[in-house]
């Protein structure tokens, strides 16, 4: 079975502080990629980063960078200098590659508020 | 430009009502989810199709009807609503190649449904 657990349900910053959301993961495919997806206080869910289970390179973009380690399974994403815009929930979701209908499975999300 | 867009944002309707929310891509995708998100923002994938093929059936409720006149549109018909029905309902795109599910999914803005 495939599963997300996200277990920071709520994180409170200041502004300019760095924070990072964990993400851990389960699954028994070996090919498998890993999103974020932010979803702001008007609803809609942002795409941020896509990472094949065969690329275990550091992303980084911006303020945001990813550190995916498949010996922990986890995929954790750290916010540099955070800004109140970064006020959101942030997704952590699966997908296996193969056979699965492109399904994302999703954690629990965790709530980021940002305070100035 | 809207990517992935879905009618209408809000509806709120009595318990027993049936009604329908529409969801078109213009990005060329050739697969469409609709996902559920519960008062605690906890996403599930409700149907998968492509190529107007149901590829995906998360043990939802008969009630549910998706309906996929082509690659652009899915739409989610509710029939005898329910107070549980009660949601955001998160229509997505993306192409998948063959089995292969490798590509991201963008989702549209969400419609929040509310059953009194």
């Known amino acids: 079975a495939q599963k997300v657990t996200q277990a920071q349900t709520e994180i409170s910053v200041v502004e300019k502080e760095d924070v990072t959301l964990d993400c851990v993961y389960e699954?028994?495919?070996?090919?498998?990629?890993l999103f974020w997806y932010k979803q702001p206080p008007s609803g809609e869910l942002v795409f941020l980063i896509r990472r094949n289970s065969f690329d275990e390179q550091n992303e980084i973009s911006g303020r945001y960078s990813w550190n995916f380690q498949k010996s922990t399974s986890s995929f954790n994403f750290t916010i540099t200098a955070s800004q109140v815009v970064d006020s959101a929930v942030y997704f952590c979701a699966l997908s296996g590659i193969y056979n699965q209908g492109g399904k994302l499975i999703f954690g629990q999300g965790t709530e980021l508020s940002v305070k100035p | 430009d809207t990517a992935v867009s879905q009618t209408p944002k809000y509806l709120v309707t009595q318990m027993g009502n049936d009604k329908s929310i529409k969801c078109e891509q213009n990005l060329g995708h050739d697969t469409m989810y609709w996902y559920k998100q519960d008062s605690k923002k906890f996403l599930k994938i409700m149907f998968s199709y492509n190529n107007k093929e149901l590829i995906i059936n998360e043990t939802v409720p008969n009630r549910f009807s998706p309906k996929s006149p082509d690659k652009a549109h899915l739409n989610l018909h509710i029939n005898s609503l329910e107070l549980g029905d009660s949601a955001v309902y998160f229509c997505?795109?993306?192409?998948?190649?063959?089995?292969?599910?490798?590509?991201?999914?963008?989702f549209g803005p969400g419609t929040r449904l509310t059953v009194l």
């Open positions: 997505a795109s993306s192409h998948i190649k063959g089995s292969l599910s490798t590509d991201t999914q963008y």
């Open positions: 699954t028994r495919d070996t090919t498998y990629y």
